[in-house]
């Protein structure tokens, strides 16, 4: 190698960077954390979906409990009001057997 080129060789491997060498640097980093960042926003943002979706199971299980419960409810008060027609009918049968009793009475009274 000449003298001239062995000097030149020399003189740019020992020279300061360049402000486009610097700059590459830097944007190389950015884009590097940038990367890390958007891993990172992609990864909080699925936490948040899977966190949502099981906010929507849990509230869709409350819901069909509740529905559950209220056919339930409506069951028993179904029931309930079938009980007391049926206590109801009884108590006209027996206020009217009453009410017959005491005319029958009262006219076996008179009569004698």
């Given at each position: 190698?000449?003298?001239?080129?062995?000097?030149?060789?020399?003189?740019?491997?020992?020279?300061?960077?360049?402000?486009?060498?610097?700059?590459?640097?830097?944007?190389?980093?950015?884009?590097?954390?940038?990367?890390?960042?958007?891993?990172?926003?992609?990864?909080?943002?699925?936490?948040?979906?899977?966190?949502?979706?099981?906010?929507?199971?849990?509230?869709?299980?409350?819901?069909?409990?509740?529905?559950?419960?209220?056919?339930?409810?409506?069951?028993e008060?179904?029931?309930?009001?079938?009980?007391?027609?049926?206590?109801?009918?009884?108590?006209?049968?027996?206020?009217?057997?009453?009410?017959?009793?005491?005319?029958?009475?009262?006219?076996?009274k008179?009569?004698?």
């Open positions: 190698m000449p003298n001239e080129q062995m000097v030149e060789k020399i003189r740019k491997k020992h020279e300061p960077p360049s402000i486009y060498d610097v700059l590459d640097t830097e944007t190389y980093e950015t884009e590097e954390q940038s990367g890390a960042e958007q891993a990172r926003l992609k990864t909080e943002a699925e936490d948040a979906l899977l966190r949502t979706d099981m906010e929507k199971a849990k509230a869709r299980r409350r819901i069909i409990e509740a529905n559950q419960r209220a056919k339930k409810a409506r069951a008060a179904e029931m309930a009001r079938a009980e007391a027609e049926k206590v109801e009918l009884m108590l006209k049968e027996l206020n009217k057997n009453l009410n017959s009793s005491s005319y029958e009475t009262e006219n076996n008179s009569s004698q």
